[in-house]
């Protein structure tokens, strides 16, 4: 099971510094907040990678 700091860093690693709707600190959410917000990233990144790929 991964911490909220390691979703917090992986988050940023990624661009994302603020919550993208709220923007307010990451750190401030729980970590099932930012385990949300770190698979609906993934799962952006995966469709964009496959429409590139489709194209």
Same mark, same amino acid.
């Given at each position: 099971?991964?911490?909220k700091g390691w979703f917090v !860093?992986? /988050?940023r690693a990624r661009?994302?510094?603020?919550h993208p709707l709220l923007r307010n600190? /990451?750190?401030l959410y729980k970590e099932s907040? /930012?385990?949300h917000l770190y698979y609906k990233l993934l799962e !952006?990144?995966?469709e964009s990678k496959s429409? /590139?790929?489709g194209s």
């Open positions: 099971m991964y911490s !860093k992986e /988050l661009g994302v510094m603020v600190h /990451l750190g907040e /930012l385990r !952006k990144e995966q429409d /590139l790929e």
